[in-house]
């Protein structure tokens, strides 16, 4: 198994140091495996997308746009 270090903001040590009962990398690895299995899922279903980055910006800007507007936001 590789190993891995990362940051973590003060805040958040804190609160891991508080609770040592966890397995913060049990966590992290889980956290980790559920991203990547999103990404992977990702992949498969766009692998045979003919849209073009372009297309997804603006695809994007639309729902955004959709979204704003039903909230009554500018």
């Not at 508080?18 to 495996?33: G, I, M, N």
Request: charged share 35%.
């Amino acid at each position: 198994m590789t190993n891995m270090t990362l940051a973590i903001p003060e805040e958040l040590h804190i609160i891991m140091r508080k609770h040592q009962e966890t397995k913060w990398s049990e966590v992290a690895r889980q956290a980790l495996w559920e991203r990547a299995r999103k990404l992977e899922l990702m992949d498969k279903l766009l692998a045979n997308s003919k849209l073009t980055e372009k297309d997804i910006l603006e695809i994007g800007r639309k729902i955004k746009r959709g979204i704003a507007k039903a909230h009554g936001i500018k």
